[in-house]
């Protein structure tokens, strides 16, 4: 027997009864994007390892460890999107999109990054970003905070989640901040992890982050970065504090919030969850001012959030306070032969009358009893009977499947006038 092919572990499908609540949070997510003027953008999933590596920073996890990397048929070196920020930045400078403009950009689709499969998170994962660029004050960072906290709202997810905010504020003052942690570190570099004491040199902001117990205490007592903010970089983050204030979004100010992408400046957040287990992160975002220029555009200001969609399904799932759209509207039943023609008219005019309904017709034919259960099992509301004696008449049967109401027999030519009830 030839041995079954299986998925690539960490890279799942997504089942057909799986997919109804996939469909309604991408619907509602583009419905959100589309509400505050943002455009989709759609770009390719493999870029230049270059891209990454300029972008993301060569000292990463991403970078040293979880990247899909391969060399093409050419010799280049390719990679598959680990994230769409610098996709989206590379997309921006190639056509023209973002100097001197006012750029307000999104875009959903699939990303990969090889780690360790665990609950609500893979190697194949899907992400939906939002970018803005060309506006360098708190405002916009305050509004997309607000997005977020609307799209937390609309799938009553808001209870779950905490919103963490910081400000890395500018490349000098961060520079300091890093020359006195890192001496801090060193100081106490016995009671770091091996990971830890490898990112004192390269990267020791991100130490900040680390989860291990162990090092909470000395993390603690470490020098806390707002005592090293610019006055530029206070003032952005106090007026962004009082636009959440006004609109009564609640945060908590987490002084190791520092993000695990080099590009970051300024503003930084994460919307937090304990009710999928350990905390995760299904949110995250902030302020890139300097990433467009690095990447061969002009100096542009930028800031964008990205959010998991495999973490929301399971958080709604955990809510369960989403009640799930129909896969199916309106079975048709065709009982004998000579019904099946007729029922597949039928179909089609119902489908060119209501568009928006979804008909299903049965097809392969089949005993009545068994058709009837299989349009209960459809979740249809309706299932629409045509047999010898409704073909004899030029009539349908309207059984109500999900509601005491009476079954009835109608014209063929009123079918859709009595199904767009439903509509």
Known sequence: MTKQIQAIRGMNDILPDQTGRWQQLEQVIRDLVANYGYSEIRMPVVEQTELFKRSIGEVTDIVEKEMYTFADRNGDSLTLRPE???????????????????????????????????????????????????????????????????????????PYLTLELNSLASNAARADYREALT???????????????????????????????????????????????????????????????????????????????????????????????????VCAGGRYDGLVEQLGGKATPAVGFAMGLERLVLMLEHADNQQLPRSVDVYIVAAGAEAELPAMTVAEQVRDALPSLRVMLHCGGGKFAKQLKKADQSGAEVALIIGANEVAENKVTVKFLRRDAEQTTVHMNDVSTVLSTLV
């Open 183 to 281: 001496a801090y570190l060193r100081a106490h570099q016995e009671q770091l992890d091996e990971d830890s004491v490898r990112r004192l040199d390269s990267n020791p902001l991100r130490i900040l982050d680390s989860k291990n117990p162990a090092m909470a205490e000395v993390l603690a007592k470490a020098p806390k970065l707002s005592e090293y903010w610019d006055s530029e970089s206070r003032t952005h983050f106090e007026q962004l504090c009082a636009y959440l204030d006004n609109a009564g979004v609640r945060y908590v100010h987490n002084e190791r919030l520092v993000r695990g992408l080099d590009y970051y400046n300024r503003t930084v957040f994460e919307w937090v969850t304990d009710s999928l287990g350990a905390q995760g992160t």
């Open 84 to 158: 769409g920020t610098a996709s989206c930045v590379r997309a921006g400078n190639e056509h023209g999109l973002l100097y001197n403009q006012t750029r307000r950009l999104w875009y959903m689709g699939p990303m990969f990054r090889h780690e360790r499969p665990q609950k609500g998170r893979y190697r194949q994962f899907h992400q939906v970003g939002v970018e803005a660029f060309g506006l360098d004050g708190p405002d916009i960072d305050a509004e997309m905070i607000l997005m977020t906290a609307r799209l937390w709202k609309t799938l009553g997810l808001l």
